[in-house]
């Protein structure tokens, strides 16, 4: 069974930094694209970063460009997300998603809370 588990949310003050990890299990983890997602209450999911399989080439949000890198270890099967300079609208939950084709599996998710 196609599983992800992400670690290393928690409380930090502004400014701060904090970096996510997803690990994957069950299946093909250099096949599949990886992306981070976001969500705070009373607002939408939001697409944070991405990057493909190789781990050639990644996207950002707007919102996190020059603060946040996404990267993987296909030998370890593990994304990562490395958040820096981080603000009070970065709090959310932080779940990572892999996709091929129509496969696509879903963490659990990660709290992040930036907060004085």
């Known amino acids: 069974q196609m599983q992800l588990v992400e670690s290393g949310g928690g409380l930090v003050q502004p400014g701060g930094s904090l970096r996510l990890s997803c690990a994957a299990s069950g299946f093909t983890f250099s096949s599949y694209a990886m992306a981070w997602y976001r969500q705070a209450p009373g607002k939408e999911r939001e697409l944070v970063a991405s990057i493909t399989s190789t781990g050639g080439s990644s996207n950002y949000a707007n919102s996190v460009k020059g603060r946040f890198t996404i990267s993987r270890d296909n030998a370890k099967n593990t994304v990562y997300l490395q958040m820096n300079s981080l603000k009070p609208e970065d709090t959310a939950v932080y779940c990572c998603?892999?996709?091929?084709?129509?496969?696509?599996?879903w963490g659990q998710g990660t709290q992040v809370t930036v907060s004085s």
């Open positions: 998603k892999a996709s091929w084709g129509h496969r696509i599996a």
